[in-house]
T-cell receptor, first 114, second 116 residues
């Protein structure tokens, strides 16, 4: 069975500082994808970044980067230069190659302080 | 490109009543998902369609929930009868294709259901 674990229910960060949101996963699939989504108070899930299990380099998208450590089964999201608009819930998700099911962790609520 | 459309945005019903939610995925997307997100939790997959066929409905409470995707395009999720614990946001998402790990899902804004 596949599982995503996010152990930080809430995080605070000062504006303009960097923050790391933790994510660990469990799967028996050899090939899989890892995703991070942002969910602001409006409720929509916004795709941020993707990392493939066979990608040798960590994914980056603007201020977002994914610290992928395959042996440790972790896929932490790093947000550099935090902005007030980054305050939201952040979800780590995984999709294996068995039917395309996308499963989510419990989420981390990030609050950016001015 | 138009995103995933959902309606209604909000719904309040009494327990034991029925309710239906509608979703129109991004044009051309073969895969459609319905998720249930209870307050403070991550989304939980209820059902996944590939075109108009069901791929996974293992977590759908089939005694009260039903879903269909006629003609492989838009979809309807129904709850009958509703219980208090069904209060949640119901998210619809779509993907271009099934299966491979690199396909992200695009989400609608969700329907917030309150059962009183």
């Amino acid at each position: 069975a596949q599982k995503i674990t996010q152990t930080q229910p809430g995080m605070f960060v000062q504006e303009k500082e960097a923050v790391t949101l933790d994510c660990t996963y469990d799967t028996s699939d050899q090939s899989y994808g890892l995703f991070w989504y942002k969910q602001p108070s409006s409720g929509e899930m916004i795709f941020l970044i993707y990392q493939g299990s066979y990608d040798e380099q960590n994914a980056t998208e603007g201020r977002y980067s994914l610290n992928f450590q395959k042996a440790r089964k972790s896929a932490n999201l790093v947000i550099s230069a935090s902005q007030l608009g980054d305050s939201a819930m952040y979800f780590c998700a995984m999709r294996g190659n068995q039917g395309g099911k996308l499963i989510f962790g419990q989420g981390t609520e990030l609050s950016v302080k001015p | 490109e138009a995103g995933v459309a959902q309606s209604p945005r909000y719904k309040i019903i009494e327990k034991r009543q029925s309710v239906a939610f509608w979703c129109n995925p991004i044009s051309g997307h073969a895969t459609l998902y319905w998720y249930q997100q209870i307050l403070g939790q991550g989304p939980k997959l209820l059902i996944q369609f590939q075109n108009n066929g069901v791929v996974d409905d293992s977590q759908l409470p089939k005694d009260r929930f039903s879903a269909e995707r006629l003609k492989g395009v838009d979809s309807t999720l129904k709850i009958q009868p509703a219980k208090l614990e069904d209060s949640a946001v119901y998210l619809c998402a779509s993907s271009p294709r099934l299966g491979t790990g690199d396909t992200e899902a695009f989400f609608g804004q969700g329907t917030r259901l309150t059962v009183v």
